[in-house]
């Protein structure tokens, strides 16, 4: 399968073993702990828990430049990713919350979701007021189990196939992701390494620095501004017209001479680092992006001149006009974005099914010498593993309650979104169309009868409810999984060695995020908690009434087969042609979930471009590159240390 055998020593040792078991153990303890006593204003909860990885890889790098000889850069690139993985699992609140609201869900909802979301009311109660000193896990362990063991399968059958394709998307496709940069930059430009040479770090680690000061101060007085309420708020961004959801951008909705006039100019972002963080995207894609924006911009108004969504620019607030954009006629956006979505991973598989046949005959000829050193798994064992899983899932949710068709069609609908998604975050910082209303767009049409509260059935209730959000949530990091692939074809770290990292960071996160959560939440009341309940009407995704109108008005799929079809072209055109600009992942970027930006894409795509035009691609890889990363990491630490400071204060009270 290779054509050219490149030998990297594995440096999972048995101490090291150890240590990668102790990170991903104290990540996955520390994680959904950190998450309910952080407030909400701090990231939805996660400011602290989700950079405790890259706190922990300066450290790292700054204990392995004062003892060089303790650590290497793969050491800091393994430690990383199982912490980063580790984390992810603070997720496992949500689930916690979906579980209150199952339980409290108006009837027929209550009566009709199974087992798998928790005992009965009277111990959902406790779990709410909390102040107890003992769990009653043996009421507990049935539904927490089934959750554990759900979450560990969508690990394996998501790092399986990612395995599979590793060599094609990372070897020899050089799909860059993007926020590979921030690990891969400070890892690479100050390895211990260098230090034991006697070099300094590079100049890339330099201007990171830089950028992680500026993107640090930058962030710091919104920020603070949460910490000391009479702090100034000097970019005005906690007041109207500015989106409170979006830091730092706009309604263009609420803003005179724009809202009223144009009908698709929903939000005019001002936060820089937005900006930045683009230019870490590839030009062709950034190109694509603000084309595709600006084009459906004039679409829109074009629509609306002609008679369509009447009264919409007396619509104010973005997402009510947002919605009433994409899910109205005649384009029915949502609907596209949707299809455009999923499909990605299809047309990929469609245009390298040479590559597809010959990891399946590989399979079944067995490993070679060469697959064993230059493959995570054998093709043998990640598809046995693939398959395995997606039968055990199979499995696994036809006994929660869901027909078997359900089942297949919740793992197909997840396949689709991850894989894709695996592919769009190679080239981008989104993923694929994981917003609620996208989840369950395949199992509905099991249900075509179902259209009023009577008409709900068990299977119904239970295929929606669990194929939406809950299970997206465990899903969602699935394309940080080729992310560390490529940051350890950077780094020079074994893939095999990466591999073993993420599945001891994942296994360890999914056997003890949930117990430790609910005893945390046992001791200081889900309501009373810090974090509180995010999730508290959940149950709303469960009414028919909510699917007659979502993604979009039916019927959609006309709409969404439009969207797959561009996809579909625009990938043929992509590798037939050499010249051909534009790329099907930067149309699906472009349109944002509706919300157009084409601003940030086309200033992103200006900056790049003149840099690499003037300056060439040593000052872009040397210079632009390691600065912005460092500005996005510093944002992220300012946050981090802002959910730190803000702990003694909510812990008082």
Not at 275 to 304: E, H, K, R
Request: glycine share 6%; with cysteine.
């Amino acid at each position: 399968m290779s054509n050219v055998e490149v030998k990297r020593p594995s440096v999972l040792t048995r101490r090291f073993l150890i240590v990668l078991v102790i990170v991903a153990v104290a990540c996955a303890v520390a994680s959904p702990i950190f998450c309910i006593y952080t407030p909400r204003w701090a990231n939805e909860s996660h400011a602290i828990s989700r950079n405790i990885p890259a706190a922990l890889m300066l450290l790292a790098i700054l204990v392995g430049n004062l003892m060089p000889r303790v650590a290497t850069s793969k050491h800091i690139a393994l430690i990383s990713a199982a912490a980063s993985t580790a984390v992810y699992m603070d997720m496992s609140l949500w689930i916690f919350d979906n579980i209150y609201s199952a339980r409290t869900a108006p009837s027929p909802y209550n009566e009709c979701i199974d087992w798998i979301w928790g005992p009965e009311l009277q111990y959902i109660q406790q779990l709410l007021r909390g102040r107890l000193a003992d769990v009653p896990w043996m009421v507990w362990m049935p539904s927490l189990a089934w959750w554990m063991i759900y979450t560990f399968l969508w690990f394996l059958f998501n790092i399986s196939f990612i395995t599979i394709v590793r060599r094609r998307w990372i070897d020899i496709e050089l799909l860059p992701y993007p926020a590979s940069y921030l690990w891969s930059i400070p890892i690479i430009a100050a390895a211990p390494e260098r230090r034991a040479k006697g070099l300094r770090p590079g100049r890339r680690f330099v201007m990171f620095l830089g950028g992680l000061l500026l993107g640090f101060f930058y962030m710091w007085p919104p920020v603070l501004r949460f910490l000391v309420p009479w702090f100034p708020d000097i970019y005005g961004w906690s007041s109207p017209p500015y989106i409170s959801w979006w830091f730092g951008a706009i309604d263009a909705t609420l803003v005179p001479g724009i809202g009223d006039r144009i009908v698709a100019l929903l939000a005019i972002p001002t936060n820089i680092v937005e900006y930045t963080s683009s230019m870490l995207l590839p030009l062709d894609i950034l190109l694509t992006a603000w084309i595709t924006g600006i084009i459906l911009i004039v679409a829109y108004q074009v629509a609306y001149l002609r008679g369509y969504y009447s009264g919409i620019l007396n619509v104010t607030i973005i997402y009510r006009r947002r919605d009433m954009l994409g899910s109205m006629p005649p384009f029915k956006i949502y609907a596209v974005y949707w299809g455009m979505g999923v499909s990605i991973i299809i047309f990929w598989l469609i245009l390298n099914w040479r590559y597809m046949i010959d990891t399946i005959r590989a399979a079944i000829k067995g490993p070679t010498r060469e697959e064993w050193e230059n493959e995570a798994l054998p093709y043998r064992v990640s598809w046995g593993l693939f398959l395995v899983s997606a039968m055990v899932l199979m499995f696994w949710l036809y006994a929660a309650g869901l027909p078997l068709a359900g089942a297949v069609l919740a793992i197909l609908t997840y396949f689709l979104g991850n894989m894709s998604g695996a592919r769009i975050y190679g080239l981008s910082f989104s993923i694929g169309p994981v917003d609620w209303m996208y989840l369950p767009s395949l199992t509905m049409y099991l249900f075509p009868n179902v259209t009023t509260t009577e008409q709900v059935t068990p299977e119904y209730a239970n295929t929606i409810f669990t194929c939406g959000w809950p299970t997206g949530w465990l899903n969602y990091n699935a394309p940080s999984f080729a992310m560390w692939y490529r940051v350890a074809k950077d780094v020079g770290v074994k893939p095999r060695d990466m591999f073993w990292a993420l599945f001891i960071a994942f296994l360890a996160a999914s056997l003890l995020s949930y117990p430790v959560a609910l005893k945390v939440y046992y001791k200081v009341g889900m309501a009373s908690s810090v974090r509180g309940i995010l999730e508290p009407d959940a149950n709303w995704l469960i009414d028919p009434a909510t699917w007659q109108t979502w993604p979009a008005m039916k019927p959609w799929w006309p709409n969404a087969l439009i969207g797959a079809v561009i996809i579909g072209v625009l990938s043929y055109l992509r590798v037939r042609f050499i010249w051909w600009p534009f790329d099907p992942v930067g149309v699906y970027v472009g349109l944002h979930n509706n919300e157009t930006i084409p601003m940030v894409w086309f200033v992103a795509w200006l900056i790049k471009y003149l840099v690499i035009k003037f300056g060439g691609m040593r000052a872009h890889d040397g210079i632009l590159v390691p600065l912005v990363a460092g500005i996005s990491a510093g944002t992220a630490l300012c946050w981090f240390i802002g959910g730190i400071a803000a702990l003694p204060k909510y812990l008082a009270a």
